[in-house]
């Protein structure tokens, strides 16, 4: 069955740390690899996302790097803030046959 | 530019009753998708929809799960005879679909339990 592999399932850490959020697939047709924020009570919200095409993507405090030769791909998010606590979820796509898998989500926890 | 609403926010039934939820799309959006989130877990997509046609609907339990999208507009996910494993929350997307926009932009969910 096809998984996307996401760790770890809780992290914690001081404000002002680095986060670093890591998934991997097995599919190699996914193409689009979004990675989404939640909060208690709201829908995911798209945070950062990266076509398969690129290695590296930037917005702000949050960057997303991209392996296609091992399938993993991770998000780092630099300065974290209490406000960055929520649950995060990658995601992988296949644009072309609209398939698409979540991962079981990580929850952050950033500590004033 | 309004965001996608989904009613009812709660529901809760006994096993055997049925519900539906209801989902506005951002307008102009032709692609509609429905999740299923158990608690602690990712979303899992059950349906989508381009303008009114179901495009991919082999993860929604047929038996007891419908959903419709008529006008191509607001969409209706309806559940059959409920069972305690349907508790879990129902996130409606929708995405514009062109070019090489894939972003998906959700509701805030209908939080089901079946008692």
């Known amino acids: 069955q096809q998984q996307v592999r996401q760790s770890p399932q809780s992290l914690t850490v001081w404000e002002g740390g680095t986060t670093v959020l890591t998934c991997s697939y097995e599919d190699s047709t996914f193409n689009y690899f979004p990675w989404y924020q939640q909060f208690p009570g709201e829908g995911p919200a798209l945070l950062i996302s990266i076509l398969s095409v690129s290695d590296k993507k930037e917005d702000g405090r949050f960057t997303t790097f991209f392996n296609k030769r091992e399938k993993k791909l991770s998000l780092h998010i630099i300065d974290s803030q209490p406000g960055d606590s929520a649950t995060y979820f990658c995601?992988?796509?296949?644009?072309?046959?609209?398939?698409?898998?979540f991962g079981k989500g990580t929850h952050l926890h950033v500590l004033p | 530019e309004a965001g996608v609403t989904q009613s009812p926010r709660y529901a809760v039934l006994q096993e055997g009753q049925a519900v539906s939820f209801w989902c506005d799309p951002i307008s102009g959006h032709d692609t509609l998708y429905w999740y299923q989130q158990p608690r602690d877990q990712g979303p899992q997509l059950l349906v989508y929809f381009r303008d009114e046609a179901v495009i991919d609907n082999s993860q929604l339990p047929s038996d007891r799960f419908s959903a419709v999208r008529p006008k191509g507009t607001n969409s209706t996910l309806k559940i059959q005879s409920a069972k305690q494993g349907d508790t879990a929350t129902y996130l409606c997307?929708?995405?514009?679909?062109?070019?090489?926009?894939?972003?998906?932009?959700f509701g805030p969910g209908t939080r089901l339990t079946v008692l």
């Open positions: 995601a992988a796509h296949d644009t072309n046959a609209y398939k698409v898998i």
């Open positions: 997307a929708s995405s514009s679909g062109t070019g090489s926009s894939y972003e998906q932009y």
